[in-house]
């Protein structure tokens, strides 16, 4: 527990970030509305840390799912701790896993701040897998309370752009469990790659043991059956 609390306070300080941001201006921000998501990987330095800066409006469905790949060097712990923060610098939630997911409702508009800690490996590199973004359920109800009052010209046409949201929202979700899938496909890949590695490289390794042995046996009985030609025979 206690050095979970100093790692969240090592997070709180001034590191290297990216945000992720609308092109519109702030005043317009009420326009971007639409779900967004973001998936790559990213290699973690040892004993640092990567935080990222993702905007987000009120009442969304904030997710962050990661994944360590591998890690090199004399690392061995594969555990990476995770931390989310609101605009305010509020503490949200947090992780200590080699694999997380983290949902919450945004409650406040702004950049929420993500960070990536590899503060269990002093002497190593991680790689990360991290998908994250928001999903805006209830966008087409909003909008349609901001239109209150106005005549609806034809009741189909609402129906079918709310069905088109709904579909829009269930391929999202499709997407992020494909990019779960993608990130245990992308660790076991690695995982057959060392193997494979491992396995011919210790396969050459004995087999050049095995004939440097078989030479220095054949020496060996060679020398024992010498014979001096210059000392005369009985």
């Not at 941001?21 to 509305?33: C, Q």
């Not at 360590?68 to 931390?83: D, E």
């Not at 359920?137 to 609806?152: L, Q």
């Not at 690695?190 to 042995?213: D, E, P, R």
Request: contains cysteine; aromatic residues 14%; hydrophobic residues 40%.
């Amino acid at each position: 527990m206690l050095v979970n609390i100093l790692l969240i306070v090592l997070s709180s300080q001034s590191v290297w970030s990216r945000k992720s941001e609308p092109s519109l201006s702030e005043a317009s921000a009420g326009l971007f509305r639409g779900s967004d998501k973001y998936d790559f990987a990213i290699e973690v330095p040892a004993a640092e840390m990567e935080c990222f800066w993702h905007f987000a409006h009120q009442s969304g469905s904030f997710y962050l799912a990661y994944m360590v790949q591998w890690v090199t060097g004399m690392a061995n712990n594969h555990r990476l701790f995770v931390t989310v923060h609101s605009p305010e610098g509020v503490f949200i939630t947090s992780r200590s896993e080699a694999l997380g997911q983290m949902n919450f409702q945004t409650e406040v508009t702004g950049f929420y701040r993500m960070c990536l800690g590899n503060h269990y490996n002093q002497f190593g590199v991680t790689r990360v897998f991290v998908d994250f973004g928001v999903i805006y359920e209830s966008f087409m109800e909003s909008e349609r309370e901001m239109e209150e009052g106005e005549e609806v010209i034809n009741s189909t046409l609402a129906g079918i752009e709310e069905s088109v949201q709904k579909l829009q929202n269930q391929i999202f979700h499709m997407w992020r469990h494909y990019n779960f899938a993608r990130m245990r496909k992308g660790k076991d890949h690695h995982i057959l790659t060392s193997n494979l590695n491992y396995v011919n490289w210790w396969s050459a390794t004995q087999s050049v043991v095995i004939v440097l042995s078989g030479y220095l046996q054949l020496f060996v009985l060679k020398r024992l059956f010498r014979t001096d030609s210059s000392r005369p025979r009985c």
